[in-house]
């Protein structure tokens, strides 16, 4: 039976702990996305290709944060360990889950980072390259996550790539990868929506505003109408980011937060108390409001009995990423 589960607002996380011993269990978590749900992925093709990875500090260990993001944190609440695809040797097939989430990725198959990373098209391509080395449909007792479409509307220094305007083509390149994971076999999707574009630091009080949150709101119904059409097989947790970041922004004590307005990181100098601030840097959360996204993702799990853990597979050869075959990758932005 399908679940449609949406949840928003501010959570009552006092009551966290007895929730934990009542979420489904999922043998692993494959992450689909963009700097959101990045673990490492970008910073490690930088290194290995450069000798330097991006981002740099004050960015934590290859995040686009202060600290961990919500996928280190909803991991751990479901005591899984997905390790970033750039790091899996050949070969080797981890056990609990894969991140192929990059910063930059757009939901079609351009990134704005740079245009030879792959984007989340080409990241659904790398799984599903990883499911036919293993002969196997997609794990059923896993937990799929998609969260993308940021990139999609925000301002880029992108050459290659124009914002849309409309949530069209958006919505189209989700169906796409949503419905491509569940013909491959994925029965657990997790899938979050965009908070108001216009409230960030980089956007707000700009003439591009009004728009941006305009975009969002269609984006986030159209996203919502797309869930509901997924097969009735399908276990779908829709998590609205939006209505926990507005919650966030008009009532920051709720929060603990002091400015919900400005970044902490300003590419300059950092603020001196990071945990207070809403935003990390122009359009990335800190690690503090990564933690509320997490809770909220955890909460809104069905509390269905826990799942049987399938065996691991042994794989030979593993396909890691095509994508991240060239040598070139990386040379022009990151020398």
Not at 104 to 110: L, R
Not at 201 to 215: D, F, M, V
Not at 313 to 318: A, F, H, W
Request: glycine share 8%; with cysteine.
């Amino acid at each position: 039976m399908k679940k449609q589960i949406l949840a928003g607002g501010f959570v009552l996380f006092c009551v966290l702990s007895p929730l934990k011993a009542l979420a489904a269990s999922f043998s692993s978590m494959y992450v689909f996305g963009d700097s959101l749900s990045d673990t490492g992925n970008t910073f490690n093709v930088s290194k290995a290709l450069t000798g330097t990875g991006y981002p740099q500090p004050p960015y934590f260990e290859g995040h686009l944060s202060n600290g961990p993001n919500w996928v280190d944190y909803l991991a751990e609440d479901l005591g899984l360990n997905p390790v970033p695809v750039t790091t899996i040797a050949p070969g080797v097939l981890p056990t609990e889950g894969i991140n192929f989430a990059f910063a930059g990725a757009t939901t079609g198959t351009d990134n704005t980072v740079d245009p030879r990373l792959p984007a989340l098209q080409q990241e659904i391509t790398a799984f599903q390259g990883l499911l036919a080395q293993t002969a196997q449909p997609a794990d059923p007792n896993a937990l799929y996550i998609v969260w993308a479409g940021a990139n999609d509307y925000l301002p880029t220094q992108s050459t290659t790539f124009t914002p849309f305007t409309t949530p069209g083509p958006s919505i189209s390149n989700l169906s796409f990868a949503l419905n491509t994971l569940v013909q491959a076999g994925a029965k657990n999707l997790m899938v979050v929506n965009l908070p108001n574009l216009g409230e960030l630091p980089l956007t707000r009080n700009t003439p591009i505003s009004q728009g941006l949150n305009s975009l969002a709101q269609a984006h986030n119904a159209q996203l919502t109408t797309l869930t509901q059409s997924l097969g009735s097989d399908v276990n779908v947790t829709s998590v609205d980011v939006n209505t926990l970041f507005t919650n966030a922004i008009n009532n920051p004590a709720q929060f603990g937060f002091t400015n919900v307005t400005d970044p902490c990181f300003n590419n300059i100098t950092v603020c001196n108390s990071p945990n207070q601030y809403l935003f990390w840097d122009g359009i990335h959360p800190t690690t503090a409001t990564h933690q509320f996204i997490a809770d909220l993702a955890f909460n809104s799990l069905n509390s269905e009995p826990s799942q049987s853990v399938p065996e691991p597979t042994s794989v030979l050869g593993l396909l890691v990423f095509s994508v991240l075959g060239s040598k070139t990758l990386f040379k022009s932005k990151f020398k």
